[in-house]
């Protein structure tokens, strides 16, 4: 079984597998330079999409993927987040659920917000417990003049992750968590619905 998570972004959208024990099997990032904004960001983005080889993964019988949507919040320290970058994102997700959605016919997919799939918690702390439970040693990494510290891997025996840059691990940590929650949700919904098949 494949489980794919993605996290969108203009120039940097992180992507994941993982299996059945929520262990990453690849990891992969699409980049776009950060000389393209807005439109022509996107457009390029949508192309990487659609012609970068995670397109040529074997399609099983059972499969499932979740792409992070996005949230507008009222309160507290996100509620000021421009509601144009938002729009910006929300064409990316839509452009990746339709591509997985070609890629992996009739498996389940999932468009949770972040508070569906990794709560309120800190960012670095859920990343954590991400890392965990996928069971790959990490460290965290403070990036000076950055927004905020993040986790970076210290195996380099997960397919794909040699090709990627220091600051990919980012997003494909989150593109791990999303994986997982897209294993987690979708075995537990296939046991519910065996269990319920079974006492009909």
């Given amino acids: 079984m494949i489980f794919l998570g993605g996290d969108p972004d203009m120039h940097?959208?992180?992507?994941?597998t993982v299996d059945e024990n929520l262990k990453p099997t690849?990891?992969?990032?699409?980049?776009?330079?950060?000389?393209?904004?807005?439109?022509?960001?996107?457009?390029?983005?949508?192309?990487?999409i659609n012609t970068h080889w995670f397109n040529a993964m074997p399609v099983e019988q059972e499969n499932s993927y979740a792409v992070e949507s996005q949230e507008m919040y009222r309160y507290g320290r996100q509620s000021d987040t421009n509601p144009r970058n938002l729009l910006h994102l929300a064409h990316i997700?839509?452009?990746?659920?339709?591509?997985?959605?070609?890629?992996?016919?009739?498996?389940g997919g999932y468009l949770p917000k972040p508070a569906e799939w990794k709560g309120t918690v800190d960012k670095l702390v859920y990343q954590k417990w991400i890392l965990q439970k996928a069971g790959v040693p990490f460290n965290t990494v403070v990036v000076l003049g950055g927004k905020k510290p993040y986790c970076s891997l210290l195996t380099s025996d997960i397919p794909g992750s040699s090709d990627l840059n220091p600051g990919d691990w980012k997003h494909v940590v989150d593109a791990i968590g999303l994986a997982q929650y897209a294993a987690t949700r979708y075995l537990k919904e296939s046991r519910k619905a065996?269990?319920?098949a079974a006492v009909r």
């Fill in 93 to 107: 997700s839509g452009a990746l659920l339709c591509r997985l959605n070609y890629i992996f016919p009739g498996g």
């Fill in 26 to 48: 690849w990891v992969g990032c699409l980049r776009v330079d950060a000389k393209y904004k807005e439109q022509e960001a996107i457009v390029r983005m949508v192309q990487r």
């Fill in 12 to 16: 940097t959208c992180g992507l994941a």
């Fill in 194 to 196: 065996a269990a319920l």
